[in-house]
């Protein structure tokens, strides 16, 4: 007899080998049916890229807490769009979860990380989804990051997002019995003050040069619990993505209705 849990699709950006992925699957098993489509390979910084040109490959392979798992040649948004729109169109999920990530996604990291670009590709083809990112660092294990966040998942399963809408989850690497708990935050401005090194200089023109991108976490918010604030603090930050990302301080008449959501309630 089929399972009448809900299907939940399981993704990341940092490949299909990834300790978080298989942490997040063992979690949602115990109460979803877990589906995973992750890269074959790291995919990491990708930002959300998709495959326009090309053949995508999906491999079907074993792992361990999934129903159906799949191996994609390609990027996380194209897992996510696979997996809704080929792979289980049939039968879609009732959520997209991608990660869990190696590093956090805070501030203007948002815009690079294949982790969110993943979630936000599902929220574009109608189905919720969270990503959820660790904080670098050895005192919180995978294992306990995921379940920390299993509630909130749980949650999110259970009632649903508004349309258009996503979660960006980040969880600081705190010994799991110092964790805060959920709180909600805003995108904020932190990111990398970026340079990039050359290796081998070389005054010769014509020849190629060769540079490596580097770079300094920097804190730059205040003036409300933005989403680096929040895990600098020991919380777990938990940021509502919108796909509108119109500035609402041009004050332009938009006829279409406000979604409405009562974020603390999942927080609970």
């Known amino acids: 007899m089929r399972s009448r849990r809900k299907r939940v699709v399981l993704t990341n950006d940092d490949g299909l080998g990834a ?8 979690v949602l098993g115990t109460f979803a049916e877990v589906l995973v489509v992750a890269p074959r390979e790291e995919k990491s910084g990708i930002g959300h890229a998709v495959t326009l040109r090309g053949v995508v490959r999906a491999r079907e392979v074993r792992f361990d807490g999934a129903l159906e798992a799949y191996a994609v040649e390609g990027t996380p948004a194209d897992c996510a769009k696979l997996a809704i729109r080929a792979l289980f169109a049939r039968e879609p999920p009732r959520l997209v979860v991608s990660g869990l990530n190696r590093g956090p ?3 203007v990291n948002v815009f690079y990380s294949g982790t969110v670009a993943a979630a936000l590709e ?13 904080e670098h660092g050895e005192k919180l294990s995978f294992r306990e990051a995921a379940e920390a966040v299993a509630p909130l ?4 399963l259970e009632k649903g997002l508004p349309r258009a809408h996503a979660l960006n989850v980040n969880v600081p690497d705190l010994p799991a019995d110092e964790l805060g708990g959920f709180r909600l935050a805003r ?11 050359e290796l081998s200089p070389s005054e010769h023109r014509g020849r190629t040069r060769r540079f490596i991108l580097e770079g300094v976490m920097r804190f730059r918010d205040g003036g ?3 989403d680096a604030e929040v895990l600098r603090a020991g919380w777990i930050a938990v940021t509502p993505m919108e796909l ?4 609402r301080g041009l004050r332009l008449a938009d006829p279409r209705p406000r979604a409405r959501c009562r974020w603390a309630e999942l927080l609970q």
């Open 19 to 26: 300790e978080g992925l298989a942490e997040l699957a063992r």
């Open 105 to 107: 996604n805070v501030g």
């Open 122 to 134: 599902a929220a574009i083809n109608g189905v919720p989804a969270v990503a959820v990112s660790k």
């Open 153 to 156: 998942l749980r949650r999110v």
């Open 187 to 197: 995108v904020g401005l932190s990111g990398f003050d970026e340079s990039y090194r």
């Open 224 to 226: 409300g619990p933005t």
């Open 244 to 247: 509108d990302l119109t500035s």
